[in-house]
């Protein structure tokens, strides 16, 4: 055995550097959540998801085959998107008492992202030799307010035609197809986490602090089951090529973990929406759970395509802030969903 291979952790040590690790981040998720209960509560969550997008889209556009155009393009769709979110939540706060997570209000979140996104992708392929990094906050800047200004139907439109533009010529067989396809790859970067976590205050906002803990507890504890599940019990892989560390058994965990825990948040009545029954508790266990597993799949395979085992090292065993949040990118949407339908 070689000095390298006696040095390498055990899975027990990896079991319990993981632990440590995890613990930690929820105490410390756990202190900010507690500050979050007054009157100024969604603007901390903002603070916060501001900090959250920093360090995701760094690590996206790290990862991304054109580095320099996804970091333009998802610098301009996060400021856009998140002062977007920030006019609701002032809205919300004012005198007019308007409500800060309505289907408008989650529509325009990522209406202006996207569109953001497209136009700092567009300008930094077209003048990619002449734009310098010095120029990359103000241009960025420039993208949120003008994509913020205008209208949510006649920016629907707008965007809606020039990513149909795009498809059309990423269909060509000639050289736009590259610079047409690379668009159209960060609009979908920006699609992938931007609005979510822009949103993460709206939501906060219109549910207070029963919505946020429900959403972190039914994003998370099924990682938790799924993790200790899959190292304990794990044989079967049915996924090796996309995420060869993913078991049916870590699956059933992480699944029956998330209904556990929406069962046991209808219980003690933490759950959003006024009483709800440990059937509904249940379904929406379930419903948060394999969006949070999907969430999981898609950036274990965007990480598969760009050849990197984590995102990042920010959380040491637990990876980086893509690593962290993955389950969170799907939640997030669906747990809007609940909110606006009651269901």
Same mark, same amino acid.
């Given at each position: 055995?070689? !000095?390298? /291979? ?6 027990? !040590? ?66 856009? /998107?998140?002062? /977007? ?259």
């Amino acid at each position: 055995m070689s !000095q390298d /291979a006696s040095k390498s952790p055990t899975r027990g !040590q990896k079991i319990l550097r993981r632990t440590i690790v995890g613990g930690s981040i929820a105490l410390v998720t756990a202190g900010l959540i507690s500050l979050t209960g007054g009157a100024s509560g969604p603007f901390l969550v903002h603070g916060f998801s501001a900090l959250l997008l920093i360090g995701s889209l760094l690590e996206a556009a790290r990862i991304a085959k054109e580095p320099r155009g996804a970091l333009w393009s998802l610098s301009a769709a996060a400021a856009a /998107a998140w002062l /977007a979110s920030l006019g609701f939540i002032r809205a919300h706060s004012g005198e007019c008492d308007c409500p800060a997570l309505t289907a408008q209000s989650f529509t325009q979140v990522v209406t202006v992202a996207l569109s953001a996104g497209l136009v700092a992708s567009l300008i930094s392929k077209v003048l990619s030799q002449r734009l310098g990094w010095g120029v990359l906050i103000p241009l960025c800047l420039v993208c949120a307010l003008l994509t913020n200004s205008v209208p949510l139907q006649q920016l629907l439109v707008a965007t809606a035609s020039l990513l149909f533009v795009l498809v059309v010529f990423g269909m060509r067989p000639s050289e736009s197809r590259q610079g047409a396809r690379e668009s159209l790859a960060d609009c979908a970067r920006v699609l992938w986490f931007v609005p979510a976590l822009a949103s993460l205050a709206l939501f906060h906002a219109e549910l207070s602090q029963a919505g946020l803990i429900s959403l972190i507890l039914l994003s998370k504890i099924g990682d938790i089951f799924g993790y200790f599940g899959g190292s304990l019990f794990g044989r079967h892989h049915p996924l090796p090529r996309l995420s060869p560390g993913k078991t049916t058994e870590g699956f059933a965990c992480s699944l029956l973990g998330g209904v556990g825990a929406g069962v046991a948040l209808a219980h003690w009545g933490v759950l959003p929406g006024g009483e709800v029954s440990l059937g509904a508790g249940a379904l929406v266990g379930a419903a948060m759970n394999l969006a949070a597993q999907g969430g999981d799949l898609l950036e274990s395979w965007v990480k598969r395509r760009s050849g990197v085992k984590d995102s990042g090292a920010v959380f040491g065993p637990s990876g980086g802030f893509l690593d962290l949040l993955d389950s969170f990118f799907f939640t997030i949407p669906v747990a809007i969903w609940f909110g606006l339908t009651g269901a």
